[in-house]
């Protein structure tokens, strides 16, 4: 059967600070994000079925990162959970979308959080062939699920 690779691409607005870094970034800052999700699979063969000749439902797709993805991030403050608390605390009081996270919210470590959140949630006849972040116009940061591919143990990727 031929395998096909499908990707939605998805935009979102969010705001983030880098803790303890040697730049501009440890400021609070925002960015236009854009992600794309591409999926790899076989389309599916039964004419009965409604998805006949899809790998997966485009819409699907849609509505599996709006709802663990971008439901989660847009328009949010994202801060390591490590930032002052004093800090925290007083964004808290004043803002709904403070989201602090357990690491450095750079758009590397983001991409392996994000990957986390939708292979859960995939069909099982579905893989998760990679992901892109699109930080500014001139960066971005790729995630490939078979870089991430332990052959000592095959039923494990690594985010
Ligand atoms: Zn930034």
């Known amino acids: 059967m031929t395998k ?8 979102f607005e969010m705001a ?21 999700v591409t999926l790899i699979g ?10 006949y000749g899809m790998i997966m439902d ?26 002052d608390k004093i800090l925290v605390d007083t964004l808290l009081h004043h803002f709904e979308k403070i989201v602090l996270v357990p690491f450095q919210p750079t758009t590397e470590n983001l991409l392996a959080d994000f990957a986390k959140r939708i292979q859960k949630k995939l069909p099982s006849d579905v893989r998760l062939f990679s992901l ?26 690594i985010w």
């Open 132 to 157: 892109k972040l699109r930080e500014t116009d001139s960066s971005f940061a790729e995630l490939y699920t078979d870089d991430n591919f332990d052959p000592s143990n095959p039923a494990d990727i």
């Open 42 to 51: 076989e389309p599916i063969q039964d004419p009965a079925s409604p998805k």
């Open 4 to 11: 096909i690779r499908i990707t939605k691409q998805f935009t």
């Open 16 to 36: 983030h600070a880098l803790l303890g870094y040697d730049g501009l970034c440890q400021n609070i800052h925002g960015h236009s994000y854009h992600f794309d």
């Open 58 to 83: 485009f819409g699907d797709l849609k509505r599996l990162v709006n709802e663990e993805v971008i439901s989660a991030y847009d328009h949010a403050l994202l801060l390591n959970d490590q930032s």
